[in-house]
T-cell receptor
Framework: NAGVTQTPKFRILKIGQSMTLQCTQDMNHNYMYWYRQDPGMGLKLIYYSVGAGITDKGEVPNGYNVSRSTTEDFPLRLELAAPSQTSVYFC??????????FGQGTRLTVV | GNSVTQMEGPVTLSEEAFLTINCTYTATGYPSLFWYVQYPGEGLQLLLKATKADDKGSNKGFEATYRKETTSFHLEKGSVQVSDSAVYFCARGPNSGGSNYKLTFGKGTLLTVNP
């Protein structure tokens, strides 16, 4: 079972570059989430989606964008990378009455 | 809004010691409650869950009971092992039948078990 798949696993960006973190799930879950986890800290919600075509901001959306054109995919876009975006990013999905399933994470360093 | 308050770490124990990590949640509605575990370098994995009052979730020797009267979901294990060293997150789901779809996580508790 694939579950939630994130790519890439690691990435180094230069300040001002852009990139897209990919997330796909094969469980037909309606709800998907992007979190960031800074060293030694908990999870902060960046964006979430309750279904295809619907997205909403979480606690820390600035500097990020998302889209949800299909149920399976929920990419996270960084337009102008900044050192403050150095973090580990986790994608998660959940069904209506299920727990959340997490991807393995993307470790991003902005230099 | 919904919130989860979790015992701050780090927690350091010797092997075979008893573990308790406290977790309380805001009392709005009837949310499902979860404990997640994050091993070094990995994503979060569900450890156990409870969906209604007085339910007990259990897995790998860990237990937690959904206490509505004290709005708590404390994690316990009678005898920890070195392999239990990880970060533990308490979380609450949306209210049953509610429109808030966000999950709410505690800040995490780092557990280190020494041999």
């Amino acid at each position: 079972n694939a579950g939630v798949t994130q790519t890439p696993k690691f990435r180094i960006l230069k300040i001002g570059q852009s990139m897209t973190l990919q997330c796909t799930q094969d469980m037909n879950h309606n709800y998907m989430y992007w979190y960031r986890q800074d060293p030694g800290m908990g999870l902060k919600l960046i964006y979430y989606s309750v279904g295809a075509g619907i997205t909403d901001k979480g606690e820390v959306p600035n500097g990020y964008n998302v889209s949800r054109s299909t149920t399976e995919d929920f990419p996270l876009r960084l337009e102008l990378a900044a050192p403050s975006q150095t973090s580990v990013y986790f994608c998660a999905s959940r069904g209506v009455n299920t727990e959340a399933f997490f991807g393995q994470g993307t470790r991003l360093t902005v230099v | 809004g919904n919130s989860v308050t979790q015992m701050e770490g780090p927690v350091t124990l010797s092997e075979e010691a008893f573990l308790t990590i406290n977790c309380t949640y805001t009392a709005t509605g009837y949310p499902s409650l979860f404990w997640y575990v994050q091993y070094p370098g990995e994503g979060l994995q569900l450890l156990l869950k409870a969906t209604k009052a007085d339910d007990k979730g259990s897995n790998k020797g860990f237990e937690a009971t959904y206490r509505k009267e004290t709005t708590s979901f404390h994690l316990e294990k009678g005898s920890v092992q070195v392999s239990d060293s990880a970060v533990y997150f308490c979380a609450r789901g949306p209210n049953s039948g509610g429109s808030n779809y966000k999950l709410t996580f505690g800040k995490g508790t780092l557990l280190t078990v020494n041999p």
